[in-house]
């Protein structure tokens, strides 16, 4: 891991969920930051196909408060093709309502925290479809310290879930940073078993970006020009071939869900979950959650 290519952020806000994943009804928060809400935080202010974080340290400054809250929510989702109906007949659709007394709609409680403080670094690196001379390190830190230091971002950051929005500042060094502040000591408290993310991050490194449309004609060109020589009937089973590839309009890899694990612990304020220095379980099986517990 490159020193070099850190960034920190100082976050903060009124209230955070960290949903565990194991509670399949109600939301009920880790005690702290996951990796993955964190690299959340870094991808809403800056993000681009060519480079990804990979999340070092977070820093403990204020734990936050419990509190528990209850409130109406859905049973139901929007499906694609009720969005495809909408995009065509918008009077003939019909939104999902939430509120009391609407059909679908359910009381659920949420155990959350109450102003908490965090100050989190990442380390970013290049993915592979980063093949252009413009892309570098250096360029992805500059925006995002520009970025920062000026309030912009993609989207506002939250804190878990989109409610819980945060508030975020650039800092230099972290840990410097922490010494200054007046956080309560937390000398050594294990987690157990946190998310670490909802993707498997070693895919990250592929990257992926949709294809615009001079790259798409380009590729087209490409390919009526392996056709020349060809037999008529070989022409015309590779482009329906060529024409049934989703592929072809996208480059890197699309990345499926797939939960990861930690053992995390907090020492002297700091959760240390850099994959290099924590072992990160891939979810492929209940085998592997079973055999690390």
Same mark, same amino acid.
């Given at each position: 891991?490159?020193?070099?290519?850190?960034?920190?952020?100082?976050?903060?806000?009124?209230?955070? @969920?960290?949903?565990?994943?194991?509670?399949?009804?109600?939301?009920?928060?880790?005690?702290?930051?996951?990796?993955?809400?964190?690299?959340?935080?870094?991808?809403?202010?800056?993000?681009?196909? +060519?480079?990804?974080?990979?999340?070092?340290?977070?820093?403990?400054?204020?734990?936050?408060?419990?509190?528990?809250?209850?409130?109406?929510?859905?049973?139901?989702?929007?499906?694609?093709?009720?969005?495809?109906?909408?995009?065509?007949?918008?009077?003939?659709?019909?939104? $999902?309502?939430?509120?009391?007394? &609407?059909?679908?709609?359910?009381?659920?409680?949420?155990?959350?925290?109450?102003?908490?403080?965090?100050?989190?670094?990442?380390?970013?690196?290049?993915? +592979?479809?980063?093949?252009?001379?413009? @892309?570098?390190?250096?360029?992805?830190?500059?925006?995002?310290?520009?970025?920062?230091?000026?309030?912009? @971002?993609?989207?506002?950051?939250?804190?878990? &879930?989109?409610?819980?929005?945060?508030?975020?500042?650039?800092?230099?060094?972290?840990?410097?940073?922490?010494?200054?502040?007046?956080?309560?000591?937390?000398?050594?408290?294990?987690?157990?078993?946190?998310?670490?993310?909802?993707?498997?991050?070693?895919?990250?490194?592929?990257?992926?970006?949709?294809?615009?449309?001079?790259?798409?004609?380009?590729?087209?060109?490409?390919?009526?020009?392996?056709?020349?020589?060809?037999?008529?009937?070989?022409?015309?089973?590779?482009?329906?071939?060529?024409?049934?590839?989703?592929?072809?309009?996208?480059?890197?890899?699309?990345?499926?869900?797939?939960?990861?694990?930690?053992?995390?612990? $907090?020492?002297?304020?700091?959760?240390?979950?850099?994959?290099?220095?924590?072992?990160? $379980? $891939?979810?492929?099986?209940?085998?592997?959650?079973?055999? @690390?517990?």
């Amino acid at each position: 891991m490159s020193q070099n290519n850190r960034v920190a952020l100082r976050v903060w806000g009124d209230f955070a @969920c960290f949903t565990r994943p194991e509670m399949k009804v109600e939301r009920v928060s880790y005690p702290v930051m996951t990796p993955s809400a964190a690299r959340g935080i870094f991808e809403a202010v800056f993000w681009e196909p +060519e480079m990804y974080y990979l999340i070092d340290t977070i820093h403990v400054v204020k734990r936050g408060a419990w509190f528990s809250t209850r409130r109406n929510e859905v049973n139901s989702v929007v499906s694609m093709a009720n969005i495809k109906q909408w995009m065509k007949s918008p009077e003939k659709s019909k939104p $999902i309502q939430a509120g009391a007394g &609407v059909d679908g709609m359910t009381q659920r409680n949420m155990l959350a925290l109450r102003d908490v403080e965090y100050l989190i670094t990442a380390e970013v690196r290049l993915t +592979e479809i980063a093949d252009r001379s413009s @892309c570098n390190i250096a360029k992805y830190l500059d925006q995002v310290k520009r970025r920062t230091s000026s309030g912009k @971002c993609f989207h506002r950051p939250y804190l878990g &879930v989109r409610e819980f929005d945060a508030f975020f500042e650039f800092i230099d060094d972290a840990q410097e940073t922490f010494d200054k502040s007046h956080a309560v000591p937390i000398h050594y408290e294990p987690l157990g078993l946190m998310l670490y993310d909802v993707f498997d991050y070693r895919l990250f490194e592929k990257g992926f970006r949709w294809l615009d449309e001079e790259q798409l004609e380009a590729t087209r060109l490409k390919f009526e020009q392996s056709l020349a020589g060809l037999k008529k009937g070989e022409i015309t089973k590779r482009r329906k071939e060529y024409q049934a590839d989703a592929n072809r309009l996208f480059i890197g890899e699309k990345i499926k869900p797939q939960p990861s694990f930690f053992q995390a612990e $907090i020492k002297d304020n700091v959760l240390h979950c850099h994959p290099d220095d924590v072992s990160v $379980i $891939i979810q492929n099986d209940a085998e592997d959650l079973d055999s @690390c517990c």
